[in-house]
């Protein structure tokens, strides 16, 4: 069974561009939760999305957003990037959503911004 | 909103030592309870998970956690460690009572097993 797969896995780019990072579940999940992992700030929470729907935001700005297809795929986008943007973006996926079953994470895309 | 705090960023010990990692946790509410470990450049891993029932977890690689709920804590440990266990380790909690999927993290704990 194919795991929770992110592309791209190293991203570089400048101040000012915008980017989007994919993420593919794991077969039969349709919860996608996304998470930024900083060492100033640690592992915090961006956004869930189950059947296409956002469930639930953390607290950051508009410039990130995200979406879910139909085949539960999940893309999120940050638009006009900081330098403080520059990350490891996790992306989780489960059956139902991580409150009581197991989340699955992906590598992590690392995104630089120069 | 949940809060979780591990109380040690990092954690050295020699290898076939026993380990320790703390986890306390502050909520009102019941919660679910988990442990992750992380490699470097790698993602998040399910070490083990309570849900309910017995307080004693055991997990994969040899470790376990017991969740003490009077003193909102979830502590990590393994008997005997490797070289291998080199890494960080991650508690995260989930509201029970919420159909939202989000996990609070703790800051991580690195554990570093020298020879």
Same mark, same amino acid.
């Given at each position: 069974?194919?795991?929770?797969?992110?592309?791209?896995?190293?991203?570089?780019?400048?101040?000012?561009?915008?980017?989007?990072?994919?993420?593919?579940?794991?077969?039969?999940?349709?919860?996608?939760?996304?998470?930024?992992?900083?060492? #100033?700030?640690?592992?915090?929470? @961006?956004?869930?999305?189950?059947? /296409?729907?956002? $469930? %639930?935001?953390?607290? +950051?700005? =508009?410039?990130?957003?995200?979406?879910?297809?139909?085949?539960?795929?999940?893309?999120?986008?940050?638009?006009?990037?900081?330098? #403080?943007?520059?990350?490891?973006? @996790?992306?989780?996926?489960?059956? /139902?959503?991580? $409150? %009581?079953?197991?989340? +699955?994470? =992906?590598?992590?895309?690392?995104?630089?911004?120069? | 909103?949940?809060?979780?705090?591990?109380?040690?960023?990092?954690?050295?010990?020699?290898?076939?030592?026993?380990?320790?990692?703390?986890?306390?946790?502050?909520?009102?509410?019941?919660?679910?309870?988990?442990?992750?470990?992380?490699?470097?450049?790698?993602?998040?891993?399910?070490?083990?998970?309570?849900?309910?029932?017995?307080?004693?977890?055991?997990?994969?690689?040899?470790?376990?956690?017991?969740?003490?709920?009077?003193?909102?804590?979830?502590?990590?440990?393994?008997?005997?460690?490797?070289?291998?266990?080199?890494?960080?380790?991650?508690?995260?909690?989930?509201?029970?009572?919420?159909?939202?999927?989000?996990?609070?993290?703790?800051?991580?704990?690195?554990?570093?097993?020298?020879?």
């Amino acid at each position: 069974k194919a795991g929770v797969t992110q592309t791209p896995r190293y991203l570089i780019k400048t101040r000012g561009q915008q980017v989007t990072l994919s993420c593919s579940p794991i077969s039969g999940h349709r919860s996608v939760s996304w998470y930024q992992q900083t060492p #100033g700030q640690g592992l915090q929470f @961006l956004f869930e999305y189950f059947s /296409e729907t956002q $469930r %639930n935001k953390g607290n +950051f700005p =508009g410039r990130f957003s995200g979406r879910q297809f139909s085949n539960s795929r999940s893309e999120m986008n940050v638009s006009t990037l900081e330098l #403080g943007d520059s990350a490891l973006y @996790l992306c989780a996926s489960s059956l /139902e959503g991580s $409150r %009581n079953t197991e989340a +699955f994470f =992906g590598q992590g895309t690392r995104l630089t911004v120069v | 909103a949940q809060s979780v705090t591990q109380l040690d960023s990092q954690v050295p010990v020699f290898e076939e030592a026993p380990v320790e990692l703390r986890c306390n946790y502050s909520s009102s509410v019941s919660v679910y309870l988990f442990w992750y470990v992380q490699y470097p450049n790698q993602g998040l891993q399910l070490l083990l998970k309570y849900l309910s029932g017995s307080t004693l977890v055991k997990g994969i690689n040899g470790f376990e956690a017991e969740f003490n709920k009077s003193q909102t804590s979830f502590h990590l440990r393994k008997p005997s460690v490797h070289i291998s266990d080199t890494a960080e380790y991650f508690c995260a909690v989930s509201d029970r009572g919420s159909t939202l999927g989000r996990l609070y993290f703790g800051r991580g704990t690195q554990l570093t097993v020298w020879p």
